[in-house]
């Protein structure tokens, strides 16, 4: 069955401390692995595709990578606004995207 | 540029009764998803519509259903409601179906309660 698996839970840093988020799939046939960014309240922004193992996206203080059975969502030196829940997901034949249950990320100044 | 517009942002109703919720998506989208995401979960597909018609549908029942006007927006309708239909209902927009790598642009979503 695909599946989609975040962790950790949850994940409180100080501001500066830099650390990642993982994401574990399972899913037949990999056509990408897309991370987004949700604030409470809002739906999920768009922040990354990878398609490929090996591949790296950086936005910001944000990098993304990906190897044939997971990806890692790194921060480097977080901030407070950086604060949210960063959800992963997977698309599953065509367009149904499957969604690991996320991150709720808390930085503290 | 306006984006993924949902109505309304809240709503509350009563078991057994039926809700309909309404998405606009990004200009020059065509194609419309709609997830259900319940506190603390990841989005669970629910359908999507493309071409007015319906072209997939995730594990729901038949009391939700929906459709798509030849504007591209797009209406989702949940009859009987249960207190588990208690959820964000979020709309996404993309263009060409059937391009997995195309990004979902999300809407705020309806924070739907069922009392």
């Known amino acids: 069955e695909d599946q989609v698996t975040q962790s950790p839970e949850a994940l409180r840093l100080q501001e500066g401390e830099s650390s990642s988020l993982n994401c574990s799939y399972t899913?037949?046939?990999?056509?990408?692995l897309f991370w987004y960014r949700q604030d409470p309240g809002k739906g999920p922004e768009f922040l990354f595709t990878?398609?490929?193992a090996g591949e790296e996206k950086e936005k910001e203080r944000l990098k993304a990578t990906l190897t044939k059975k997971e990806s890692f969502l790194h921060i480097t030196a977080p901030k407070p606004e950086d604060s949210a829940t960063y959800l992963c997901a997977s698309p599953h034949n065509t367009d149904k995207l499957i969604f690991g249950t996320g991150t709720r990320l808390q930085v503290f100044p | 540029d306006a984006g993924v517009t949902q109505s309304p942002t809240h709503l509350i109703k009563t078991r057994g009764q039926q809700v309909t919720l309404r998405c606009s998506p990004k200009s020059g989208h065509d194609t419309v998803s709609w997830y259900q995401q319940a506190l603390g979960q990841g989005p669970q597909f629910i359908f999507q519509y493309y071409e007015e018609e319906e072209r997939q549908r995730g594990n729901f029942p038949d009391r939700f259903s929906g459709h798509q006007f030849p504007n591209y927006s797009s209406e989702l309708n949940v009859n009987a409601l249960l207190l588990g239909d208690s959820a964000l209902y979020l709309c996404?927009?993309?263009?060409?179906?059937?391009?997995?790598?195309?990004?979902?642009?999300f809407g705020n979503g309806t924070r739907l309660t069922v009392t």
């Open positions: 899913v037949s046939g990999l056509r990408g």
């Open positions: 990878l398609y490929s």
């Open positions: 996404a927009s993309s263009r060409i179906p059937g391009q997995a790598q195309t990004p979902l642009h």
